[in-house]
């Protein structure tokens, strides 16, 4: 690769809002120690250290793996219903083994303390680098990016036009969306290039978050700044140029409006606070998981374009036509305390 044909940015990715970024695995009962009823403190549990303390104290590990009496059945989000785990708390308590010979890391629990945790929770964890390095994944911020890109194309056209593409048929409108529009762009993404970001400083805890009324655990990072790098092709740069992106960015997030009072008082504080102390180079974006339905190019262009009929397609249980705006408080998530996700402030810098 030529490095002389890119024009090159650092990037700096400050959170604005917790982040979520799965990696896929889940944290089970039987890898963690957690008495949920008397402290907000998880402790994952180091197998091999667990393995030696019970050869020491003649306790047979293998043999307890086994005993209903250790077994609880718990909610699972990657298995989508519940599944039966061993509970490593009950283990670890019964045989009194010291926490601080078996702990790999420990982690603040967050949740809301008025509602009851009935079952040991799986917790979905953040997604990290074969060092155990926290990070945002390049591909993260391009999709960002390619969102804000689309819908400034798709804002061009007519009702007729958006309507027209997908012939209110769901199968379609996705066959259509991925024919005649991504893949349109999708060579142009290409000469746009982008290293993943990394964490320096930043907070995790274990944290409890909300669709409507149905819960999960995840580890989120709570404040940070990641960083890394962008390439763009210099033949590109007046198509692909960051500070068109950070004009977009603005229009986008102020064309938002909500009616959850979470999600509507954090657009109010971008347009009021944030916005107008944006330098040029400068942008605000979201990225992560919980974003919910309005913050996709296929959401906004649905709920503006096609209205309930569109959204029917989508969302076949919705048994009633809303207000106006088309909002969907179940396609969201927010954390224990009402705080909304993926919020961040991108900084970049030309690199010479």
């Given at each position: 690769?030529?490095?002389?044909?890119?024009?090159?940015?650092?990037?700096?990715?400050e959170?604005?809002?917790?982040?979520f970024?799965g990696?896929?695995?889940e944290?089970?009962p039987?890898?963690?120690?957690?008495?949920?009823?008397?402290e907000?403190f998880l402790y994952l549990i180091d197998f091999?250290k667990?393995?030696e303390k019970?050869?020491?104290?003649?306790i047979?590990?293998?043999?307890?793996?086994k005993?209903?009496r250790?077994?609880?059945k718990?909610s699972?989000?990657?298995?989508k219903?519940?599944v039966?785990s061993?509970?490593?708390?009950k283990?670890?308590?019964?045989?009194?083994i010291?926490l601080?010979?078996i702990?790999?890391?420990?982690?603040?629990?967050?949740?809301?303390?008025?509602?009851a945790?009935?079952?040991?929770?799986?917790?979905?964890e953040?997604?990290k680098d074969?060092?155990?390095?926290?990070?945002?994944?390049?591909s993260s911020l391009k999709?960002?990016?390619?969102?804000?890109?689309?819908?400034e194309e798709?804002?061009?056209?007519?009702i007729e036009?958006?309507?027209h593409?997908?012939?209110?048929?769901?199968?379609?409108a996705?066959?259509d969306?991925q024919?005649n529009?991504e893949?349109?762009?999708?060579?142009?993404?290409?000469?746009?290039?982008?290293?993943?970001?990394?964490?320096k400083?930043?907070?995790?805890?274990?944290?409890?978050?909300?669709?409507?009324?149905?819960?999960?655990?995840?580890?989120i990072?709570?404040k940070?700044?990641?960083?890394g790098?962008?390439?763009i092709e210099k033949?590109?740069l007046?198509?692909?140029d960051?500070?068109?992106?950070?004009?977009i960015?603005t229009?986008?997030?102020?064309?938002?409006?909500?009616r959850?009072?979470?999600?509507?008082?954090r657009?109010?504080?971008l347009?009021?606070?944030?916005?107008?102390?944006?330098?040029d180079n400068?942008?605000?974006i979201?990225?992560?998981?919980?974003?919910g339905?309005?913050?996709?190019?296929v959401?906004?262009?649905?709920?503006?374009?096609l209205?309930?009929k569109?959204?029917?397609?989508w969302?076949?249980?919705?048994?009633q036509?809303?207000?106006?705006?088309?909002d969907f408080?179940l396609t969201?998530?927010?954390t224990y305390?009402?705080?909304?996700l993926g919020w961040?402030?991108?900084?970049?810098?030309?690199k010479t």
């Amino acid at each position: 690769m030529n490095e002389n044909l890119f024009q090159k940015y650092k990037v700096e990715i400050e959170l604005l809002s917790p982040l979520f970024i799965g990696s896929g695995k889940e944290w089970y009962p039987n890898e963690y120690y957690w008495n949920k009823d008397r402290e907000n403190f998880l402790y994952l549990i180091d197998f091999e250290k667990l393995r030696e303390k019970c050869k020491e104290r003649n306790i047979d590990l293998l043999h307890s793996l086994k005993e209903e009496r250790f077994f609880e059945k718990i909610s699972s989000p990657s298995a989508k219903g519940e599944v039966k785990s061993f509970i490593l708390t009950k283990f670890i308590e019964e045989n009194k083994i010291p926490l601080s010979e078996i702990t790999e890391k420990v982690f603040e629990v967050k949740r809301d303390l008025k509602r009851a945790i009935k079952s040991f929770p799986s917790v979905r964890e953040f997604i990290k680098d074969g060092n155990g390095n926290y990070f945002i994944p390049g591909s993260s911020l391009k999709g960002c990016l390619r969102t804000l890109y689309l819908w400034e194309e798709i804002s061009k056209w007519s009702i007729e036009e958006k309507r027209h593409l997908i012939k209110f048929n769901k199968k379609k409108a996705s066959k259509d969306f991925q024919q005649n529009i991504e893949k349109k762009y999708n060579s142009l993404f290409q000469k746009i290039r982008f290293s993943d970001f990394y964490f320096k400083e930043f907070e995790v805890s274990i944290t409890q978050i909300f669709r409507g009324k149905i819960p999960q655990f995840v580890e989120i990072i709570e404040k940070g700044k990641a960083k890394g790098e962008i390439w763009i092709e210099k033949d590109y740069l007046d198509k692909l140029d960051l500070k068109k992106f950070k004009e977009i960015s603005t229009k986008f997030y102020s064309s938002k409006s909500h009616r959850n009072q979470e999600v509507k008082k954090r657009l109010e504080i971008l347009e009021t606070k944030v916005f107008p102390e944006l330098k040029d180079n400068e942008m605000v974006i979201r990225l992560g998981f919980g974003k919910g339905f309005d913050f996709t190019t296929v959401g906004d262009w649905i709920k503006k374009s096609l209205g309930f009929k569109g959204l029917k397609l989508w969302f076949p249980n919705i048994k009633q036509k809303l207000n106006t705006v088309f909002d969907f408080p179940l396609t969201y998530w927010k954390t224990y305390n009402g705080n909304s996700l993926g919020w961040a402030k991108l900084t970049f810098f030309e690199k010479t």
